[in-house]
C-alpha cells in the first residue's frame, strides 16, 4: 500500500524539469505547496517528500525554503549515482546527507542510489556492496531492481547522443529485464528498499518484479503513478493493476510528468501552464489509493497520533 507521496522526480535536473522555462522554480514550489495542501484535503495524512535532488544542491533547497515548498514537506530526498554520473567519490555519501541535513532540518531519505552494470557486473556488485556500508541506517531504495529492456528510451534529454551515459541507463538491475539474475543480487540486502519504474501497460514486468522483490524479501518500493500517463486510455486500469500488484509492499508514490497537452511546451518535463491541475491529480491519486490513511512517519512516529 502507498505508505508515502513525493511531489516529482529531479525538478533540478533538466531531464525531468524545464528550469528554463522556470528558472527560480517559482512554478515547481507553488506547485508543491498546492499538491500537497490538496493531498491533505483528501484526509491523506502520508509524509509528503520533496523530488529527489540530482545533483545534490543546496541553492535549490534555498530557493525552495523562501518560497514556502520545504514547510509543505515533511522530508527531503537525495539522489547519487557517483560511480557512473556524478563528479563526486562514493565516500561523500554520508557527508553529503548530513549536510542536507543540518542545514534543512528535515529527514533526508535516498529515494535513488545505484551502479551500472554497464561496464562489469562485478564493479555493479562492489558498488552495491559499499552503499550498504556507506548508507547503513539511512532510508535507501536502490535503483534499481530490473534493468530497462532495450525496447524502450530512457528518460533523457539527448538520447543515444549522450554515448556511453545514456546506454549505462538501461543496466542498473539487480536482475536483467527479463528477471535472470546479475552478479549484483547476491550482495542485496532488504534494509534498502527498491526504486523500480514501470512502463505503462507493461504488466509482464510488473509479474516478474513482484515475484522478484518478495523472494529478495524487501518491503520499501518507490514506483511513479504519471500525471501525463492519466490521460491514456485505461489509465485508472493500468494504475489499479499497478497498486494491487504492489500492495503487499510499502509503497513511496511519486507523482510525476507533464501531459503535453498540460505544459508550457509540449513535453514531460514542462511545468504545468496551471498548478492546480497537477493538484488535483494528486488530489485525486490521495483519495484513491490513500484516502483517509496514516503511516509511519518519517520519523517512525504516526502522523496521525
Not at 23 to 47: G, H, K, N, S
Amino acid at each position: 500500500m502507498i505508505t508515502s507521496f513525493k511531489i516529482w522526480n529531479e525538478p533540478n535536473n533538466l531531464s525531468h524539469w524545464d528550469f528554463l522555462l522556470d528558472p527560480d522554480w517559482t512554478i515547481y514550489a507553488r506547485m508543491v505547496v498546492r499538491a500537497a495542501e490538496r493531498i491533505r484535503e483528501a484526509r491523506c495524512e502520508l509524509p509528503l517528500v520533496l523530488g529527489g535532488l540530482s545533483p545534490i544542491d543546496h541553492d535549490f533547497l534555498r530557493k525552495m525554503d523562501r518560497q514556502g515548498a520545504l514547510n509543505a514537506v515533511d522530508a527531503l530526498a537525495v539522489h547519487g549515482f557517483p560511480v557512473d554520473w556524478n563528479l563526486w567519490p562514493l565516500e561523500s555519501w554520508p557527508r553529503k546527507i548530513d549536510a542536507v541535513r543540518q542545514e534543512f532540518g528535515k529527514p533526508v531519505w535516498v529515494t535513488e542510489a545505484g551502479v551500472s552494470s554497464f561496464a562489469s557486473e562485478a564493479t555493479a556488485a562492489w558498488g552495491l556492496r559499499r552503499c550498504r556500508d556507506l548508507l547503513r541506517g539511512e532510508r535507501v531504495f536502490w535503483y534499481t531492481l530490473l534493468d530497462l529492456a532495450p525496447r524502450y528510451e530512457a528518460t533523457t534529454r539527448h538520447k543515444q547522443a549522450e554515448g556511453s551515459s545514456y546506454w549505462r541507463h538501461f543496466h542498473f538491475g539487480l536482475f536483467r529485464h527479463d528477471g535472470t539474475p546479475k552478479l549484483p543480487v547476491r550482495d542485496f540486502d532488504p534494509e534498502f528498499g527498491i526504486c523500480q519504474w514501470f512502463q505503462f501497460g507493461d504488466e509482464r514486468s510488473l509479474e516478474i518484479a513482484v515475484r522478484r522483490l518478495e523472494q529478495l524479501g524487501v518491503q520499501e518500493v518507490r514506483t511513479g503513478l504519471s500525471w501525463a500517463e492519466s490521460f491514456i486510455p485505461g489509465a485508472d486500469r493500468w494504475f489499479d493493476t499497478l497498486m494491487d500488484a504492489l500492495a503487499p509492499f510499502n509503497v513511496c508514490a511519486t507523482l510525476c510528468f507533464t501531459p503535453a497537452h498540460r505544459g508550457l511546451r509540449p513535453d514531460h518535463t514542462s511545468p504545468p501552464t496551471n498548478v492546480e491541475e497537477f493538484a488535483e491529480f494528486a488530489s485525486r491519486m490521495a483519495e484513491r489509493y490513500a484516502g483517509a490513511q496514516s503511516a509511519v512517519g518519517v520519523s517512525g512516529v504516526s502522523r496521525a497520533s
